[in-house]
Structure formats: structure tokens, C-alpha cells
């Protein structure tokens, strides 16, 4: 009787070990700082770097994190507007800090985050803040790759050995493990074949990073910058971008995309508001 007793503990445990989702939440753009640019712009206005807007919804979102308890949270770039503006950077790592210490938290730079020049991106006040402009992270067969877009985006010398490293992570995850990229800008919105834009990567580098992506085993790209949502897939890859988590473009309302895994799939992928 005990030997059966044990047998049963032991699938039941095998079962619940299958069955335990992974949750990861994706907040892009909070860029602190920019409803105040955008009211600066107005005729007669006198800017005023007043943050009050974005804070708000940033720990609408740090309280949301908190509710859902994820494994891990992941910021797309673009924490701030200016990223020279020490009082936006403050303000976006206070309002950061509130999220629960038990959850990796991860950030990525977008372009507002650093110094960019003609062919060459100065990522020093992010890296300054957050270490490295990429990350690598993997718990329970999930496998997360951060990189640094700016790189790709703006021809910095850089990018090729940000491609290499980014080939070698994705070969040395875990056999079976569901692999995710999270980048600031995304590759195309629709259609790999689109034209050219302001926020996609050039088209003459999409396949490059697309066909490595299926080689590597891939599973899904996530990127913001757009401030608004948008879907399209290469391959069966699909490319989703998350509407900001502050100030919006388009009809998008204040968001953030939830994630989960289990049983080696992304089973829901989702934006939810606050």
C-alpha cells in the first residue's frame, strides 16, 4: 500500500512539474518625460519637466506586475524621454523599484535611453544604470535574449558581434527550452517584406536575423518603440509589438503584454490595460 502511495506522490508531482506555467510581462516605453515634450511643442508653451503623466501610469503597471506575480518582467527601452535627464531617470528607477524583489526584473535600452550619432550609439546612460545592453536570462525551460536594437537600427560597428553572441546564447539554451527575443525596435509591423519606416529595422536586415531566428529555434520576437500594437509573422516566428505602457500614439490605451508558457509553448500572449 505505501509503495503505491508513493507511485501516485510521484506522478502527481511529474504532472504538476509539466502542467506549472512560466509568466513573463513585457512593459515598453514608459519614456518618463515624454507628454512633457509633447506639450512643449505647443505654440506659445514653456516646457516644464513635469513627469506626473507617465509616473502614474509606470506604477499603474509596477502594481499590475505585482498582482500577476510573474517569473519576470521585461523592459522593452525607452525608460525615459532624454537620456541625459538625471530627474527622468530617478523617476523611472523609483517608481521601478516597487516591484517585488522575488521577480527578475530586466531592461533592455531603446533610443531615447542613449546618445545616437551617425553610425555609432553611445549606450553609456543606460549601461551606467543596468550593466549590460543585452541580457541572456533562462529559468525553467524558457529561454530570454535581450539585445541592444540601436546596434541594428542606426549601422553601429558593433551589431555583427551582437549577432554572433546572440547565435551562440540561442545554441547553448537548454534542449527543449522555448526561446523568446526581446528587442527595442521591431523588425517589420505587418509584413517582413514592408518598406522601410521610422520604427522597423531596415528591410535589407530582416531576413538576416529572421532565418537565423528559425535556425536557432525561435519562438516568438517582442519589441515596442511603436507605441501602439501591431502583429506579423515570418516562418511561423511571429514579431509583436507592445503598445507603451505610458504616453500613446494612435488609439492604443496604456498597456502591457502577459505572456505564458507551459509545456514548451507560448499558450497565451496577450495586452492587457490598467
Known amino acids: 500500500?505505501?509503495?503505491?502511495?508513493?507511485?501516485?506522490?510521484?506522478?502527481?508531482?511529474?504532472?504538476?512539474?509539466?502542467?506549472?506555467?512560466?509568466?513573463?510581462?513585457?512593459?515598453?516605453?514608459?519614456?518618463?518625460?515624454?507628454?512633457?515634450?509633447?506639450?512643449?511643442?505647443?505654440?506659445?508653451?514653456?516646457?516644464?519637466?513635469?513627469?506626473?503623466?507617465?509616473?502614474?501610469?509606470?506604477?499603474?503597471?509596477?502594481?499590475?506586475?505585482?498582482?500577476?506575480?510573474?517569473?519576470?518582467?521585461?523592459?522593452?527601452?525607452?525608460?525615459?524621454?532624454?537620456?541625459?535627464?538625471?530627474?527622468?531617470?530617478?523617476?523611472?528607477?523609483?517608481?521601478?523599484?516597487?516591484?517585488?524583489?522575488?521577480?527578475?526584473?530586466?531592461?533592455?535600452?531603446?533610443?531615447?535611453?542613449?546618445?545616437?550619432?551617425?553610425?555609432?550609439?553611445?549606450?553609456?546612460?543606460?549601461?551606467?544604470?543596468?550593466?549590460?545592453?543585452r541580457f541572456v536570462y533562462e529559468n525553467k525551460k524558457v529561454c530570454a535574449v535581450g539585445i541592444n536594437s540601436n546596434l541594428i537600427k542606426y549601422d553601429d560597428p558593433r551589431e555583427e558581434e551582437q549577432f554572433e553572441w546572440m547565435k551562440s546564447v540561442l545554441d547553448q539554451a537548454d534542449e527543449g527550452a522555448v526561446k523568446l527575443i526581446f528587442c527595442h525596435h521591431p523588425f517589420f509591423l505587418k509584413d517582413i517584406e514592408e518598406e522601410d519606416g521610422y520604427f522597423q529595422i531596415q528591410k535589407s536586415k530582416r531576413k538576416k536575423y529572421f532565418d537565423m531566428f528559425l535556425e536557432k529555434g525561435v519562438d516568438a520576437v517582442y519589441a515596442g518603440h511603436l507605441h501602439d500594437s501591431s502583429e506579423g509573422e515570418y516562418m511561423g516566428i511571429p514579431m509583436k509589438t507592445a503598445t507603451s505602457a505610458g504616453y500613446q500614439l494612435g488609439e492604443a490605451e496604456p498597456s502591457y503584454r502577459y505572456i505564458v508558457i507551459r509545456d514548451g509553448a507560448v499558450v497565451q500572449d496577450k495586452m492587457l490595460g490598467y
Not at 501610469?57 to 519576470?72: E, F, M, R, T, W
Open 1 to 133: 500500500m505505501k509503495r503505491i502511495f508513493f507511485v501516485l506522490f510521484v506522478l502527481a508531482a511529474v504532472v504538476s512539474c509539466k502542467n506549472e506555467s512560466f509568466v513573463i510581462i513585457q512593459i515598453a516605453d514608459a519614456q518618463l518625460g515624454f507628454d512633457a515634450a509633447v506639450k512643449g511643442q505647443a505654440p506659445g508653451a514653456e516646457y516644464i519637466n513635469d513627469l506626473s503623466y507617465e509616473v502614474g501610469l509606470l506604477q499603474k503597471a509596477v502594481a499590475a506586475v505585482n498582482d500577476k506575480k510573474p517569473d519576470a518582467v521585461v523592459f522593452t527601452g525607452d525608460q525615459v524621454n532624454l537620456p541625459a535627464d538625471e530627474e527622468q531617470w530617478d523617476a523611472f528607477n523609483e517608481a521601478v523599484s516597487g516591484i517585488d524583489p522575488a521577480i527578475s526584473t530586466l531592461h533592455i535600452p531603446g533610443n531615447h535611453d542613449v546618445f545616437i550619432s551617425e553610425g555609432k550609439v553611445d549606450s553609456t546612460p543606460f549601461t551606467s544604470r543596468y550593466g549590460a545592453d
